[in-house]
């Protein structure tokens, strides 16, 4: 199972980013998808997760500007970020969990920058 993820980059404070994950490989049926973060010096921290009916949960700090969706025919997670701030720098990391399993894929990183 390989978890490619993309849409990372610069951005201004105020600005918006769609980051995206595909699920290849041996991909059966995948329970719950979501995004994680890890900033310079501080441990990795829940970002949003949604299962496959579509529940979502999110970091209560998050709430209302980040948004997480999914393509299951695709096998995609996205995280759309809107009103991007500073404190959310950081490497965005996607995982998916399946027959008991968690992978991780590489990170993009996602930096908020004037």
């Known amino acids: 199972v390989q978890l490619q993820a993309s849409g990372g980059g610069v951005v201004q404070p105020g600005g918006s980013l769609r980051l995206s994950c595909v699920a290849s490989g041996s991909i059966f049926s995948i329970n719950i998808m979501g995004w994680y973060r890890q900033a310079p010096g501080k441990q990795r921290e829940l970002v949003a997760t949604i299962t496959s009916g579509g529940s979502t949960n999110y970091a209560d700090s998050l709430k209302g500007r980040f948004t997480i969706f999914r393509d299951n025919s695709k096998n995609t997670v996205y995280l759309q970020m809107n009103s991007l701030q500073s404190e959310d720098t950081a490497v965005y990391y996607c995982?998916?969990?399946?027959?008991?399993?968690?992978?991780w894929g590489q990170g993009t990183q996602v930096t908020v920058s004037s």
């Open positions: 995982k998916i969990s399946m027959l008991l399993r968690d992978y």
